[in-house]
């Protein structure tokens, strides 16, 4: 009760004075002549009306009404007054009530502007014989009657103001009950702008007029608003209760009847005033029932019709009339929107009285529509990506099946060429005999003929030599296939899709041919092949270090212990060892990613101390897992990676045949178009996915390329084809190293170089795999007959196998043998342990006890655990930050990188949208289900419906935004430490998201819109919808990226409850403000609470000061929301390139 008495006491304080003063102003325009006065309206009631007192009703007659309709004087004077009065009303509005009204002057005009129909001042002046103006409240009354009402409670039996001078304990008046009011008298001036004397009214008390409300315990009489229906009460004698106002006469009085309203308040305490669904009111003493095809609302003053902008009566003329205020009858107003009604909805169903219009119609067919939408989608999403994969491969064909063609024709050339090879050396043979027995006979002229046939013996000698020396010249010959010349493009002179595949598979073809001439390539033979084709030398890195050891920061662990070698350009290396020997931390090492650990020793880059990160442009790093994107085709993988980490300056026509070169040499032909795969939907098998694994990184054309475990999982022949693809690459410069657990012998033997690690990561060998036997003999360790050398080294150092070593050497021994072997020097600590580990058990004994003396606390362990994961985060950044590029390779920048994740982001979320329109489906059962069970409440302006969509809405959205970032993570982390950019990765997520972020609205909206059926449009539901969408996305990507997958989905089911929870307990608070929910709501709110008006004025007013929200702030709202938003996502981006969670 206080919260609507507080908020209606500025308002009918300051607002029904001023109208009622308004009514006499259209009554003195009558008098004036500007509208035809009422029939039954005498001049002296119009005279008593405006105040004039001059009428005397007795005397003057037909001179008296000449007097007040020609008095230009009297009517500017009445007219200034109250015009000044209206005025400083509305001012006084616009600065007490601005947290509940927006539009002074148009809300004004919709609750008290009475010129459309003044019948019943009209009537009401003839009730009162002219003494309307000395019955109406004054500004003094009005202060003085809210003033009362709240400081009596916050209860219902408080419907009565304070003693007054006109109403007390002694002083009880027939108009000081409920519905009755008194006149001031003829004498007594009234000022209705007077806000502090109460004017004496004990005279003529009598019912209130319809039309208006007379409060209990005051003697005066207030308008009621537009959109009320105040009749007379009528006496109900069952109950002896004036219905339908529900106030009792006076007991023992029995010329006191019902009279007319007691209260204006909100919907809640005053619903008897409003008037009534199914029915519209066109003034406050009418009420119409709705008529078929139209609906009428709570509080309507019209029924709804068609949009127009003509009064109801059809005359244009009168289409101003209604916003009369101001200015003259003559001048329209400056906005015309109050007019434009909506109607009911074709095919719609509104019967006579309906209070709304049924329109679930729309709502189910848009669900069929939704359905037929979401089916298509379903089944057609991949047709698109389909058709143009096709389109690619019929164009890869053909021009594969040219350079197949091409080649063939260069083998028939060649043979050709062969054969005239051997009938020229047959005929040169011939030609000698013949020419010697020539000689022989004849001497004299021999030397002209001879000189002849010596000149053309030696044109056919040099033609001979020429085609010994260069087989492939095409000298004297024109050789065209297919009606084109067999040239040699180059790759910056190709522009269509079909002239850049005829140039990489003529490429390919070429390579195919000439490995086929040199089975033993050496690297020379291959770098002068590669010249002859155009393709740009690597540069090429060797990596050498020494003393390399790797330390945990906190434990003071070591991993690595003095390990000294060198990775040379050329060569395929191989690591090997038990588990736990520190094979691929050495890996990461040398990649520069080992990361929470100390690193001591030296690391040189082509002999020269150099940060291997500065190189990380041209380094490729094959992890052990298969990431890989599977939703992409094992092409689109590989070209993408190509197109992100090749040269900026390489022509499209080299990168395609880098790509091409990568897929023939892996085998990867059959299933280039395939799918990779994901756990959902099957794909390649695992040894192709290893293959593209191993592709992602020599598409890159890296210098060094380190593979940590790229043949587990394959069978032999795949093995064998991943090794003879990277010793290919080895050829052309690669220093290749890879971690390799029990290869086959013949796999084995391809390598070059051999790393074997003990535990402990201390180096047992490092040298050339020719060699290892020989070394391991003159150990004692002879490999027995049928058994793998590899894995029997394995099995010793795991303690698997105890060879016969030479005396003095053991196992443990095995690494310091090396060292000594290489002349290193060997650490102190190492010696140590090797003495250690030959002591007595009483020596045992004691390192035990000594080591229990210097066992660690749980603490210190704790504090080391948490030092090294910190370490490891900042080494994590630091790797990943920019840096200094050594590597001189100038990647796309920034805003080409994010094109090419914006089409890969656009072919993932295509392929995925079947999820998609799942998400859709959701979405629109959502919205049915709270449309439907959450009906909009007029009390609350649809709050608990606005409640409930901030709720699923949120939930909904949020999990969708997961996927973004959840499923991709791990590959994010490869892309990134190859040197890709984060910003244009983020972006295009988000850019994509944009989609979503634009639909989800519409999707729900279509829903819940046509089965809630609020007064807000929808155009304003989807402006906030839209904004909370973007806003919960933003934060739908932080908790993707900071939390685990599980986490991420559990945070985003709680969250919104949570702060919608908040936001509507915890009320006008610093920690509501913090919750996006409250400013989502109060949107909601704001959008549905402006299309209430009239009537509805201290009933919106109560409800947005109960709720603290402010008709003000709809801007502020969709802009805080927005804010919120692009916070969210500088705080998931800055997570994304913080931290990384393994």
Same mark, same amino acid.
């Not at 009554?27 to 005397?56: H, N």
């Not at 008095?71 to 009065?85: H, K, Q, W, Y």
């Not at 939907?681 to 293959?691: D, E, H, P, T, V």
């Given at each position: ?160 103001? !304070? ?184 095919? $719609? ?22 359905? /037929? ?65 020539? !000689? ?51 790759? !910056? ?54 003393? %390399? ?164 999982? /394959? ?38 170089? %051999?790393? %074997? ?79 250690? $580990?030959?002591?007595? $058990? ?80 959701? %979405? ?191 801007? /502020? ?26």
């Amino acid at each position: 009760m206080a919260c609507w008495v507080a908020a209606a006491m500025h308002l009918l304080l300051l607002c029904n004075a001023a109208a009622a003063a308004r009514a006499a102003v259209a009554l003195f325009a009558a008098v004036d002549g500007t509208t035809p006065l009422p029939p039954r309206l005498s001049l002296a009631e119009a005279a008593a009306a405006i105040g004039t007192g001059d009428y005397d009703d007795g005397t003057t007659g037909d001179k008296g009404s000449q007097a007040i309709v020609g008095s230009p004087i009297v009517a500017g004077a009445m007219n200034d007054r109250l015009r000044a009065l209206t005025s400083s009303f509305a001012i006084a509005i616009g600065k007490k009530l601005d947290y509940c009204i927006k539009d002074t002057e148009t809300e004004w005009n919709q609750a008290f502007d009475f010129s459309k129909d003044t019948t019943f001042l009209t009537n009401c002046m003839k009730e009162t014989k002219g003494d309307l103006q000395q019955r109406i409240c004054t500004a003094a009354e009005m202060r003085f009657y809210f003033d009362s009402l709240m400081g009596g409670g916050d209860t219902a039996e408080t419907n009565y103001v !304070k003693p007054n001078v006109n109403c007390n304990r002694s002083s009880w008046i027939d108009g000081c009950e409920p519905g009755w009011a008194c006149s001031a008298g003829p004498d007594q001036k009234i000022d209705l702008q007077n806000s502090k004397d109460i004017p004496y009214r004990p005279l003529k008390c009598q019912s209130c007029c319809p039309g208006f409300f007379c409060p209990h315990g005051l003697t005066c009489m207030i308008p009621c608003p537009l959109g009320a229906y105040c009749p007379r009460s009528s006496l109900n004698t069952s109950t002896g209760i004036c219905d339908p106002y529900n106030y009792q006469p006076p007991p023992g009085n029995p010329n006191h009847t019902c009279g007319a309203a007691d209260i204006w308040a909100d919907v809640v305490t005053a619903d008897d005033i409003f008037c009534p669904a199914g029915f519209y009111c066109p003034s406050t003493i009418q009420k119409l029932p709705c008529s078929s095809g139209y609906y009428c609302r709570k509080g309507s003053t019209s029924q709804t019709s068609k949009p127009s902008l003509v009064h109801r009566d059809g005359n244009p003329d009168h289409q101003y009339q209604l916003l009369w205020f101001h200015s003259s009858p003559s001048t329209p107003p400056k906005s015309t929107a109050a007019h434009l009604t909506a109607g009911c909805y074709k095919k $719609s169903s509104c019967p006579p009285n309906s209070a709304t219009q049924d329109i679930t119609i729309f709502g189910a067919l848009l669900v069929v529509a939704s359905c /037929l939408v979401l089916l298509i989608i379903y089944n057609f999403s991949g047709q698109i990506l389909t058709n143009r994969e096709k389109r690619q491969a019929k164009s890869r064909e053909a021009a594969a099946r040219h350079a197949r063609e091409t080649a063939q024709a260069r083998e028939r050339w060649k043979s050709a060429k062969d054969v005239a090879k051997k009938a020229g050396v047959g005929l040169q043979s011939q030609l000698s005999r013949t020419f010697s027995r020539k !000689k022989a006979g004849q001497a004299q002229p021999g030397p002209s003929r001879v000189g002849d046939a010596g000149g053309k013996k030696n044109n056919l000698t040099d033609m001979m030599r020429s085609i010994e020396d260069n087989p492939e010249s095409d000298e004297g010959f024109n050789l065209e296939v297919g009606d084109k010349a067999l040239k040699k493009p180059t790759g !910056k002179q190709m522009h269509t899709r079909s002239q850049i595949f005829k140039y990489a598979y003529g490429q390919i073809e070429k390579e195919k041919a000439m490995q086929q001439e040199n089975h033993n390539m050496t690297f020379s033979g291959v770098i002068s092949m590669a010249k002859d084709h155009d393709v740009s030398t690597r540069p090429s890195i060797e990596i050498a270090f020494k003393d %390399l050891t790797l330390t945990l920061k906190g434990s003071k662990k070591k991993l690595l212990r003095s390990v000294t070698g060198k990775l040379s350009p050329g060569k395929v290396a191989a690591v090997m060892g038990p588990s736990g020997a520190g094979k691929t931390t050495f890996l990461s090492a040398i990649a520069g990613k080992a990361t929470g650990c100390g690193t001591s020793g030296l690391v040189l880059i082509n002999g020269k101390i150099e940060p291997i990160r500065g190189y990380k442009k041209i380094i490729g790093f094959v992890p052990q897992d298969d990431i890989v994107h599977g939703n992409l085709t094992v092409e689109e993988n590989l070209w993408f990676n190509a197109r992100c980490r090749l040269s900026a300056d390489m022509s499209k026509a080299d990168k395609v045949l880098v790509v091409e070169r990568v897929i023939e040499s892996l085998g990867l032909q059959p299933v280039r178009d395939s799918l990779v795969g994901t756990v959902e939907q099957r794909g390649i098998s695992g040894g192709q996915r290893k293959r593209v694994n191993v592709g992602l990184e020599m598409v890159m054309e890296p210098s060094v390329l380190i593979l940590d475990e790229p043949t587990s999982g /394959l069978d032999s022949a795949s093995s064998l084809l991943l090794l003879r693809a990277l010793r290919r690459e080895a050829l052309e410069g690669v220093n290749i190293s890879m971690v390799v657990h029990q290869p086959s012998y013949t796999l084995y033997r391809m390598f070059d170089d %051999l790393i %074997l690690l003990a535990k402990g990561g201390m180096t047992v060998y490092h040298g050339p795999v020719k060699k290892v036997e020989e070394y391991f003999t003159g150990l004692g360790i002879v490999v027995p007959e049928r058994v793998n050398p590899p894995d029997y080294y394995i099995d010793i150092l795991e303690g698997i196998v105890k060879p016969n070593l030479s005396p003095g050497v053991s196992v443990k021994d095995l690494p310091i043998r090396w060292m000594v072997h290489n002349g290193y020097d060997v650490p102190r600590d190492m010696l140590q342990s090797s003495s250690q $580990s030959e002591s007595t $058990s009483r020596g045992s004994m004691d390192h035990a006890s000594s080591h229990d003396d210097a066992a660690p606390s749980i603490v210190s362990v704790l504090w080391g655990n948490f030092k090294d994961i910190l370490g490891q985060k900042k080494d994590e950044y630091d790797y990943n930050k920019t840096s200094e590029d050594l590597s001189k390779r100038k990647t796309p920048g920034i805003l080409r990188q994010y094109r090419y994740f914006l089409g890969r982001c656009g072919k993932q979320r295509l392929r995925d949208a079947r999820i998609q329109g799942v998400d859709y489906l959701i %979405l629109c059962l959502a919205g049915i289900c709270l449309g439907t069970l959450a009906k909009v409440s007029d009390e609350t302006f649809g709050a608990l419906g606005y409640t409930y969509t901030v709720i699923a809405v949120s939930l909904l959205c949020k999990i969708g935004a997961l996927r973004s970032f959840t499923l991709d993570k791990i590959n994010y982390w490869r892309e990134r430490a190859s040197g890709m950019s984060s910003l244009a990765y983020f972006m295009s997520k988000d850019t994509i998201d944009h989609f979503n972020t634009v639909v989800k609205p519409i999707v729900y909206l279509s829903m819940f819109y046509f089965f809630n059926n609020p007064r807000s449009s929808i155009w304003e539901n989807y402006i906030v919808l839209l904004a909370l969408v973007y806003c919960v996305t933003g934060i739908g990507y932080t908790f993707a990226i900071f939390f685990q997958p599980g986490s991420a989905q559990l945070w985003s089911a709680l969250l919104p409850v949570v702060l919608t929870l908040i936001a509507t307990q915890q009320k006008d608070t610093i920690l509501a403000d913090l919750c996006y929910t409250k400013w989502a709501l109060e949107a909601f709110v704001i959008a549905n609470a402006q299309n209430y008006s009239g009537v509805w004025l201290i009933t919106r007013c109560g409800s947005l000061v109960r709720s603290g929200y402010d008709i003000e702030h709809e801007a /502020l709202c969709i802009a805080v929301l927005i804010a919120n938003g692009i916070l969210f996502r500088c705080v998931a981006f800055f997570c994304m390139v913080t931290f990384q969670k393994n």
